[in-house]
């Protein structure tokens, strides 16, 4: 905004204005932001463009889960869900339309990459949130469609612009950013220090089971991934989020817990343990109950802090990307009708945990 400012000729002085209006007042109108300078309305007017994001179409479920497709300028749709907890209300932000890392347990993953979202995208999803709900989140997560590292660039941005006290303020002890498995982005995020927490969607324990499910490991094996995400640690002295979806017969015996414990030794970290949940067409089933919890004793006996994080909003989801990916089928289907099914969900195993505080 300082940069901005200089480009129009005015004082930075007044960035923090713009900062407040835009990014906390969810300012739309220029024109309606008080005690800017003539030139400065003159030269936004002229240099800058409101992004134009539709809300298509949004589910509410029982327990309060908001699931919200949106339409970007183009006419690409990402999905964005409200996920209300115990004195927090969370947002799952997406950082891609799409997604290239195609693990075979996500629905996003099946539809491919279309592109990446800038950090303008980003924001837009929780401003056209806060637009449609009364209040703002409290954490924000990004675990929706995409692999954020696939899009640092943009996604350091949007971090940035979150978390800047001038603007809108979240902590960043609130804000969470997850991979797959990127270690260039981990490096990256180390380096710059990016103001935010790490969450590693770690799914199995070892390279012939991650490869399977997990392309992405072929390409930076679980010994690596760990090391990096270890470093995060050390080096931020931040706990890691490490999620694990438990897939039925895949990676959720006694002997895939007791690696678990292993290959997380030393490693301060939550481990979200997050029961598949099916969608149709989809490869995995849900592990039964007793080995959910068997699996969850074996790491707490061993000192794990681990959580079984029930999916949330079931009642309208089904799995990750799904809103996203219905509405693309129907827009096949008929693409001169508009939107008006039900459908759900988005990154249902990804988006149910909140960061730690
Ligand atoms: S789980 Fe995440 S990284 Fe993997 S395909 Fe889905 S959105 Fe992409």
Not at 121 to 132: F, L, N, P, R
Not at 243 to 260: C, F, Q, S, W
Request: hydrophobic residues 40%.
């Amino acid at each position: 905004m300082v940069g901005l400012c200089r480009s129009a000729g005015v004082k930075p002085v007044h960035a923090e204005t713009l900062l407040a209006h835009v990014f906390r007042h969810h300012t739309h109108d220029i024109r309606t932001i008080p005690d800017l300078p003539q030139a400065l309305y003159g030269w936004l007017e002229q240099h800058t463009k409101t992004l134009e994001i539709k809300l298509i179409t949004q589910q509410t479920a029982s327990d309060g889960t908001c699931k919200m497709l949106l339409a970007m300028p183009d006419g690409k749709e990402v999905e964005t869900v409200l996920i209300p907890g115990k004195n927090r209300l969370t947002q799952c932000i997406s950082t891609q339309i799409g997604c290239a890392m195609n693990c075979s347990f996500c629905l996003t993953g099946t539809a491919g990459l279309t592109r990446n979202l800038s950090a303008a995208e980003m924001v837009a999803q929780i401003i056209i949130t806060m637009d449609h709900h009364d209040e703002r989140a409290s954490n924000l997560v990004l675990m929706g469609m995409g692999e954020p590292m696939h899009n640092y660039e943009e996604v350091a941005r949007f971090v940035r612009i979150v978390t800047d006290m001038k603007g809108m303020a979240f902590s960043p002890r609130r804000v969470t950013v997850s991979t797959a498995g990127h270690v260039p982005g981990i490096q990256r995020m180390i380096a710059d220090r990016l103001p935010c927490n790490l969450a590693l969607s770690l799914n199995a324990t070892n390279d012939e089971t991650r490869n399977r499910i997990m392309p992405i490991n072929k390409r930076w094996p679980i010994a690596e991934v760990l090391y990096w995400t270890g470093e995060f640690a050390r080096i931020t002295h931040k706990r890691i989020l490490v999620e694990y979806v438990m897939l039925a017969g895949i990676n959720d015996t006694d002997m895939d817990a007791k690696r678990l414990i292993q290959v997380l030794e030393g490693m301060p970290c939550t481990i979200n343990l997050l029961p598949f949940n099916t969608y149709p067409g989809s490869l995995y089933l849900r592990p039964e109950s007793a080995r959910i919890s068997a699996f969850r004793r074996i790491l707490a006996e061993a000192g794990k802090v681990v959580v079984i994080r029930e999916s949330r909003g079931r009642d309208i989801s089904a799995a990750c990307g799904q809103l996203y990916t219905s509405a693309k089928h129907n827009q096949q289907k008929n693409r001169t009708k508009r939107l008006t099914q039900k459908t759900t969900n988005c990154s249902d195993y990804l988006w149910q945990q909140s960061n730690p505080d």
